[in-house]
């Protein structure tokens, strides 16, 4: 009779420390995915631009203040192309001046502070700062997404090395009892009590576990470098995974949360609502203010001394008149722009109903699969069982215990496989309902 899977099946034996293995449980792994995870630390730095975006808006309502310092040397000709400077010089001139003295090169030394305002913009300045508010939790849905994705995905590769391992497990289990039912055979065939032909057919079923053994080998290892790199590991770390244990018996009432892609969605289009607000503004008169102070002098002792203190104050206003409809296009682009936000929210939220009606469905269905698959394998157990005895009493051929062996196997397999199903639809489920692995 076939044994249950023994705890190294599914729960791999933690090694000592200088074995280079990581060991990990479920909440482990997601728990390092969510901090060493690539993509979410990418999403994660988008949502700390977007907070960034709002202090660079907000800005513009400060005044701005500028403090500059110059110094400069300049020949100035103008005075002689001037019509004064042309009747000074011309040979009608009765007046004594040197025009080179008015022209000689001249020493500035300026010392300003400026400060410029917005007064008023229409909305434009405030309407923006909200836009930049609402990208910050545009940015945050997109990162529960990616979280929600990357965590999941983490879960399901995390089943499936567990299911390659006790398929690995089960394959192993089949070479083993070939090889060891090889040795009977020939041990019999000694004696007389097997025939060649029994020999050839134990060799048989050893040779063709083979191939099985190589390839789930395989899948093991490439389930584990696509988990490893999901947590942010080197491809070729030793994973050493805990058991996930037995799915509930039962499914407990969850309320699922709206679905952030439907939550990015809706800001979206209360981002482009809100951006027509700041069209519009564009098209209205903006006022201004700006105003300097310093000194300018021609010597250094001068500066910061009255009376070479210029200052200016300024309240300027400018309103487009026409821009060749520039703004036109923008708002119909901006229109166009917030409906096919609001048919894709639209699009995206019959599917997400869908989704979480297959998910529920898919879930009744793979513990209606476990449900058959234990009793599939209590039923291969006794066959096993029933078959050994009538072998031992020569009621049947090595043949039909070997069928029945990679039947019980099988089965086994089988069970392992609708076990950890079950726990793949309860991931699923709780992904349609925007909900975490854990």
């Known amino acids: 009779m076939l044994p249950a899977l023994p705890p190294a099946v599914i729960e791999l034996r933690e090694a000592p420390d200088d074995a280079g293995q990581t060991n990990l449980d479920l909440s482990g ?11 979410l630390k990418a999403a994660k730095a988008v949502v700390d631009e977007r907070k960034g975006l709002i202090k660079a808006t907000k800005a513009d309502i400060y005044p701005q203040l500028t403090i500059s310092g110059d110094f400069s040397r300049v020949k100035d000709v103008s005075m002689l192309n001037s019509s004064f400077g042309e009747s000074l010089t011309g ?21 300003n502070i400026g400060v410029n305002q917005p007064l008023f913009y229409f909305g434009k300045i405030s309407t923006a700062i909200d836009i930049a508010k609402m990208g910050e939790r545009e940015s945050e849905s997109a990162y529960k997404t990616s979280e929600l994705n990357v965590l999941h995905g983490v879960a399901k590769a995390y089943l499936a090395v567990l299911s390659a391992k006790a398929e690995t497990e089960v394959i192993t289990s089949r070479r083993l009892a070939a090889e060891q039912f090889l040795s009977d055979v020939e041990a019999r065939l000694e004696v007389q009590s097997a025939t060649e032909l029994d020999r050839l057919r134990a060799e048989s079923e050893l040779y063709a576990v083979m191939p099985d053994a190589l390839q789930a080998e395989a899948n093991l290892q490439r ?45 979206q289009e209360n981002m482009l609502t809100a951006n027509n607000k700041i069209i519009r503004s564009d098209l209205l008169p903006k006022f201004d203010l700006s105003a300097q102070y310093g000194y300018q002098a021609s010597k250094t002792e001068n500066l910061f001394k009255s009376p070479y203190d210029p200052w200016r104050f300024t309240v300027s206003m400018r309103w487009p008149i026409f821009d060749g409809l520039r703004m036109s296009g923008r708002r119909s682009q901006n229109t166009a722009q917030l409906e096919q936000t609001r048919q894709l929210r639209i699009n995206q939220e019959r599917n997400f109903a869908v989704e979480r009606q297959s998910a529920e469905r898919e879930l009744v269905k793979a513990r209606a699969f476990l449900e058959a698959a234990k009793k599939a394998f209590d039923t291969g157990q006794e066959a096993l069982r029933v078959s050994k005895e009538s072998f031992d009493q020569g009621l049947i051929t090595s043949l039909d215990l070997l069928q029945a062996e990679r039947t019980a196997y099988q089965l086994q397999s089988q069970l392992r496989r609708a076990e950890l199903g079950v726990w793949s639809a309860i991931f699923d489920h709780r992904r349609s309902l925007s909900l975490l692995p854990n």
């Open 223 to 267: 389930a584990r470098e696509v988990l490893s790199g999901m947590l942010g590991l080197d491809p070729k770390t030793d994973l050493a995974l805990a058991d996930i244990g037995l799915p509930p018996a039962s499914d407990e009432r969850l309320n699922g949360e709206e679905r952030s892609e439907i939550t990015q969605l809706k800001i």
């Open 91 to 111: 040979e009608d001139s009765f007046l004594p001046i040197d025009m080179s003295a008015l022209t000689a090169p001249r020493t500035y030394y300026t010392a």
């Open 29 to 39: 792994a997601i728990n390092r995915a969510r901090s060493e995870n690539p993509l």
